[in-house]
């Protein structure tokens, strides 16, 4: 029997719909915005969704820097500027990174009502 696929169509405008949820200061996780659709296996397509927001203007509302990886680290894959961007926002938000990038999850971790 098959599985229902996790990212069906619409699946960007739900991600960036929950995004759209967190408030300023606080972060989650590509797993947790995953989970929150329904299928914590879709984390990696939560990602490429954010990416996505480079070239869809119409959603640039979306705080697409509040989300980071479940090491509760900003996820630089290859990309030299954006990574920069995302922390300098976050640290305008009064989210803190350790000496080794890192954000503490217990501190600023934003739990979705379910």
Request: charged share 30%.
């Amino acid at each position: 029997m098959d599985e229902p696929r996790a990212v069906t169509p619409g699946f960007w405008g739900r991600v960036y719909d929950k995004v759209r949820e967190v408030p300023h200061g606080k972060v989650v996780t590509y797993g947790q915005v995953a989970a929150a659709l329904g299928s914590v296996r879709a984390a990696r397509q939560v990602g490429f969704a954010l990416a996505g927001l480079r070239v869809r203007p119409e959603d640039s509302d979306v705080p697409w820097h509040r989300v980071i990886n479940a090491k509760g680290m900003i996820s630089h894959r290859g990309d030299l500027l954006r990574p920069t961007e995302q922390q300098e926002l976050l640290e305008a938000e009064g989210v803190t990174f350790d000496a080794n990038g890192k954000v503490d999850l217990k501190r600023y971790r934003y739990a979705f009502e379910v």
